[in-house]
């Protein structure tokens, strides 16, 4: 084990991409249990973790989110949410967070949602006098509701990395805590916006806001298309995700009229490229996890988390803090599979539900994108708004501690987790 440690560490020290610190790290654990003996089966261990069927979904799942962005979609759910918010003070910085809801059951990745909301938003809040640090603050932190509200490319890769739980109740599991961490964005949106006297818009006509409706619905039916043919049964995983693209397809060339060639492209491009991130993480993980496993790491977690408290609650909190921590170096899919073969299988053994933990773990993982100093969302956000870095983390805290409140209410009522799925049997 110490020579997969060192190594892990030594790697990351000098600044290696984290699929390339894991393959080392694994190769040293690997090699360090039985020689040259087990050097051998590094190969299948890459192989195994990339070669789920269930994993043909996750770049379907990014092509549709991109093509989305391509095809204008977010203007439409703007205008949409804009006529429901306008009367209310700090309206833009509400419609900010109800149209990542939105978005984020097309996308599943916060990153997407960060730079296709963002570009359009922060420019409008910055013009209509709401702070520059704060419309980079709300627009990254309503972005981490996207691998949480199902689609989510992260709950995929859990499901294929620790195989304890099946991504369809990942997906039912996400509904409650992703409408929960909207609302205590609603919340505190509206508190600082009273606070601070941020503007109020003129009131949309019925006619507009009906109009505004029918034209965002066809891309508001691509996260029913997907939910709906997964949770009743009616298509697998990776057939929604596949028929979802072709619809995304369909209504940005034909009803939209404004996906063209040369987008379709462009989306494509960045599809491979986020898929080749993702499948080379799983890969390298795959050798890390095996080596976990065979190592008896997890088991020794369990003990030392038995050692500073019986208590449940207390337990999984310290586990939280330590992902938190781990955030604040890491982005949220490398975070999950460095960590997530040690600690699930320990609290697993320490009698928690095993959905329970994932959806806590995920949602706890996910605000690592907005910790520093590792904060994509948030660093991209203040790219955005041209803002230093140091001030929109200082405009996220009211948010963060937000963000703080709902873990520990998933922590301590494991039914908001496990409600929905159990609905659905």
């Not at 990776?238 to 939209?256: C, D, L, N, R």
């Not at 956000?381 to 230093?388: D, G, H, N, Q, T």
Request: charged fraction near 10%.
């Amino acid at each position: 084990m110490t020579p997969a440690i060192i190594a892990f560490v030594v790697v990351l020290l000098i600044g290696a991409p984290v699929a390339v610190v894991m393959a080392i790290s694994g190769v040293a654990g690997v090699y360090s249990l039985g020689g040259e003996r087990l050097v051998g089966i590094i190969a299948d261990r890459m192989f195994s973790g990339v070669s789920g069927y269930m994993l043909i979904a996750v770049p379907y799942f990014i092509f549709t989110a991109e093509l989305m962005n391509q095809g204008g979609l977010t203007q439409k759910l703007i205008a949409f949410n804009n006529a429901l918010f306008g009367r209310i003070r700090g309206a833009l910085s509400h419609v900010n967070v109800t149209v990542s809801l939105f978005f984020a059951g097309l996308t599943g990745a916060a990153i997407t949602d960060t730079v296709a909301i963002g570009k359009i938003m922060i420019p409008e809040m910055k013009k209509q006098g709401y702070d520059a640090e704060y419309a980079a603050a709300i627009t990254a932190c309503s972005s981490i509701i996207g691998p949480i509200i199902p689609p989510s490319v992260v709950m995929v890769v859990y499901a294929t990395l620790l195989r304890d739980i099946s991504v369809i109740d990942l997906f039912a599991g996400g509904i409650l805590p992703g409408v929960l961490m909207t609302l205590a964005l609603l919340l505190t949106s509206i508190v600082l916006a009273w606070m601070r006297g941020y503007p109020k818009q003129a009131g949309t006509p019925v006619r507009v806001a009906i109009l505004a409706f029918f034209s965002a619905l066809p891309a508001m039916l691509v996260p029913l298309i997907i939910l709906g043919g997964i949770l009743t049964g009616m298509t697998t995983i990776t057939e929604a995700s596949g028929f979802a693209a072709v619809y995304a397809m369909f209504i940005g060339v034909v009803f939209y009229r404004n996906l063209t060639l040369k987008k379709i492209w462009n989306a494509l491009v960045t599809t491979v490229k986020f898929s080749g991130v993702v499948f080379f993480l799983l890969a390298t993980s795959a050798v890390l996890g095996w080596f976990v496993t065979r190592s008896g790491i997890a088991r020794e977690a369990a003990t030392l988390i038995t050692t500073l408290s019986d208590v449940p609650f207390v337990q999984i909190m310290l586990v939280c803090l330590l992902l938190i921590v781990l955030g604040t170096v890491m982005d949220v899919l490398p975070a999950l599979v460095v960590i997530g073969p040690v600690v699930v299988p320990a609290m697993v053994s320490l009698g928690f539900d095993p959905l329970h933990f994932a959806i806590v773990m995920i949602v706890t993982l996910n605000i690592a994108n907005v910790t520093p100093p590792v904060g994509m969302t948030l660093m991209t956000a203040a790219r955005i708004a041209e803002v230093p870095y140091e001030r929109a983390i200082l405009a996220s805290l009211p948010f963060y501690c937000a963000f703080i409140a709902v873990v520990v209410l998933l922590a301590a009522f494991p039914f908001l987790s496990t409600w929905i799925p159990s609905l659905l049997g």
